[in-house]
């Protein structure tokens, strides 16, 4: 079993509270849009970290992170990617990744809007932690904490405050 922090849209900013949920887990997936090494940093301090690059990242994290982590844990094969869409609406880059080989569940951010459901045509499960940055639209920053066990996501918690 593993369990997992999941956040995105950090946009150069990681409050110490999601540092403290961050140590409660095994690893921390980041869905892009970082903003700055110090946070990778900070990340890493803590726990190991999986990570995409996003739309406002530099160089250095489009040389340090790829565009799409596709990765297995405890048998669940995951996608994650920056800008991705949702079901019904996926975004044209990622649509013939998921449509050939489809995960069981891909991870997607840029919206800064949380989201998790089942894509019941591809059989998988769509997340999306929202923002956990205070730069952007959103009114709450928001984070994702869940457990990989035998290729399943369980105990799913949301996580929210005020930006």
């Known amino acids: 079993m593993a369990r997992i922090a999941l956040i995105s849209d950090t ?3 990681i409050c110490p ?3 403290e949920l961050v140590a409660e887990c095994d690893e921390v997936w980041h869905a892009g849009d970082i903003g700055s090494a110090a946070v990778v940093e900070a990340i890493e301090k ?5 990570a995409v690059w996003g739309n406002i990242d530099g160089t250095d994290m489009r040389q340090r992170f790829p565009e799409f982590n596709r990765f297995s844990i405890d048998g669940l094969d995951v996608l994650i990617t920056h800008i991705g869409g949702y ?5 044209s880059k990622v649509m013939p990744i998921i449509r ?3 995960p069981k569940l891909l991870v997607c951010g ?3 809007i949380l989201k998790v459901m089942n894509d019941k045509s591809l059989g998988l499960l769509y997340m999306n932690p929202g923002a956990a940055g205070k730069y952007g639209f959103h009114l709450k ?3 994702l904490m869940f457990e990989v066990e035998d290729a399943t996501c369980k105990n799913l918690s949301v996580h929210e405050w005020d930006k």
């Open 11 to 13: 946009h150069g900013y």
């Open 17 to 19: 509270r999601i540092l």
């Open 46 to 50: 803590v726990k190991p970290l999986r």
């Open 87 to 91: 079901p019904g609406k996926y975004d």
């Open 100 to 102: 050939q080989n489809p």
């Open 110 to 112: 840029h919206s800064h």
């Open 141 to 143: 920053r928001t984070m």
